[in-house]
């Protein structure tokens, strides 16, 4: 099986990933919400795997563009870095354009695994209305759950590849070789947002903007809250006999 281009994502634009399987008679479009450091990208990439869907992250998209060459920026990302180097969060109008120059991710005939979007009740609307607009819905939206002291043993811990983008966890999964990717042999770093001082008001916003989108969700009978204790394994296997849940 050919792996997604995560590149068409973090770029946007109009290319689309060249890939020779091909794709599932009946693609999963799946949102995964939960509080950050649930473990929602650990499971993106389990799922993507077993699923052929893309991980669409746009937490992803924001670190690309802080690495990126400026002159390479989209209006769009342009405007998100400004915010993100005020230290101010990203509005949701900067959000959706980002995401609005990546509609060729969400049409993409694999389906997707948006994590990290939509992240308020007014982007989860517009997702609605873009996803309406090309006839397609989405199966799922996943909700993990975690007590909040195991959330920050995993943000403190993670370590994250500068390359591949890969995760790992400094006790519950260390690479071979301290500091340096399983992977592609990239350097590992502690990502910004993940310093005690950070995790604390990303935890607080998740709070006031991303939990409504519970209750936004339920009522549209799509929501799946799932258990995010445990290996990760066994995370995915709960996940997995969800999904079997869905009918023709
Ligand atoms: P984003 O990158 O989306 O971060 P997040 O939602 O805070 O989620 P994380 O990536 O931190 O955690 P995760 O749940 O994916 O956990 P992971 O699998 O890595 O966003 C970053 C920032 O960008 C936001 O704070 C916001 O400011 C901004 N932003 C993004 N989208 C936005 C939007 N739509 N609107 C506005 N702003 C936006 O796991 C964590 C660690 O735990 C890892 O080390 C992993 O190895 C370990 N782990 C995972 N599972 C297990 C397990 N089962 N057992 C033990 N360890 C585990």
Same mark, same amino acid.
């Not at 006839?135 to 500068?162: A, K, M, Q």
């Given at each position: /099986? ?8 973090? !770029? ?7 890939? @020779? ?13 939960? $509080?950050? =450091?649930?473990?929602? =990208?650990? !499971?993106?990439? +389990? +799922?993507? @795997?077993?699923? !052929? ?6 937490? %992803?998209?924001?670190? #690309? ?14 405007? $998100? ?11 949701? %109008?900067?959000?959706? #354009? ?7 991710? +969400? ?15 007014? !982007? ?5 209305? /873009?996803?309406?607009?090309? *006839?397609?819905?989405? %199966?799922?939206?996943? *909700?993990?759950?975690?007590?909040? @002291? ?6 403190? =811990? ?11 966890? &400094? ?7 301290? *500091?340096?990717? %399983?992977?592609? =042999? ?12 950070? &995790?604390?008001?990303?935890?607080? #916003? ?21 258990? #995010? ?10 996940? /997995? ?8």
């Amino acid at each position: /099986m050919t792996k997604c281009d995560r590149n068409v994502w973090l !770029q946007g634009g109009n290319e689309v990933c060249c890939r @020779e399987d091909a794709p599932p008679a009946r693609p999963y479009r799946l949102v995964l919400l939960g $509080a950050p =450091g649930v473990g929602k =990208g650990t !499971q993106a990439e +389990l +799922l993507s @795997e077993r699923l !052929q869907a893309c991980q669409l992250s746009t937490g %992803d998209i924001f670190r #690309a563009a802080k690495a990126a060459d400026p002159s390479t920026l989209t209006p769009a990302m342009r405007d $998100a870095l400004g915010y993100m180097q005020r230290g101010e969060l990203v509005p949701d %109008d900067t959000v959706i #354009a980002l995401v609005r120059e990546r509609m060729t991710c +969400l049409r993409c005939p694999y389906g997707f695994l948006l994590d990290g979007f939509p992240r308020t009740v007014r !982007q989860a609307e517009v997702l609605d209305e /873009m996803l309406a607009g090309e *006839n397609l819905h989405l %199966d799922f939206v996943l *909700n993990y759950e975690l007590p909040f @002291e195991e959330v920050i043993n995993r943000l403190s =811990g993670r370590r994250t590849c500068r390359v591949c983008k890969t995760t790992y966890h &400094i006790v519950t999964k260390p690479p071979r070789q301290e *500091n340096v990717c %399983d992977k592609c =042999g990239g350097e590992l770093y502690q990502r910004e947002d993940d310093r005690p001082e950070s &995790i604390r008001v990303r935890l607080q #916003a998740y709070e006031e903007s991303t939990a409504p989108l519970v209750d936004y969700y339920a009522k549209h009978g799509i929501l799946r809250t799932i258990s #995010a204790e445990g290996s990760p394994q066994e995370i995915f296997a709960r996940t /997995m006999q969800i999904l079997s849940e869905r009918t023709a």
